[in-house]
């Protein structure tokens, strides 16, 4: 199994910026891809960016150019650094890696302020 701790979200003007941590332990060698999906209110989740264990990114249109995912293999962690941020990027973000089976985070919630 695999166990996610997000963290870094917060309450961040238009324009600004934060990045966003995903801890894991437990089966790490087992992981085959890393992302992030975003839960914005009252919408459906969707997903953002994803990270492969060869390092090969993918991002949502909605991101390109101002989202950047990455990992740290010594500390067993995915960030999403989050930039020009806008009122509709609120939403509760989620991390999410795909093992023998999905294993989600609790969500970390980032608010836009226009």
């Known amino acids: 199994q695999v166990q996610l701790v997000e963290s870094g979200g917060g309450l961040v003007q238009a324009g600004g910026s934060l990045r966003l941590s995903c801890a894991a332990s437990g089966s790490i060698a087992s992981i085959l891809t890393w992302g992030w999906y975003r839960q914005p209110p009252g919408k459906q989740r969707e997903w953002v960016a994803f990270i492969t264990s060869g390092g090969n990114t993918t991002y949502t249109d909605y991101v390109k150019g101002r989202f950047t995912i990455s990992r740290d293999n010594a500390k067993n962690t995915v960030y999403l650094h989050m930039h020009s941020l806008k009122p509709e990027d609120t939403a509760v973000y989620y991390c999410?890696?795909?093992?023998?089976?999905?294993?989600w985070g609790q969500g970390t919630q980032v608010t836009v302020s226009s």
């Open positions: 999410v890696v795909q093992a023998e089976t999905g294993y």
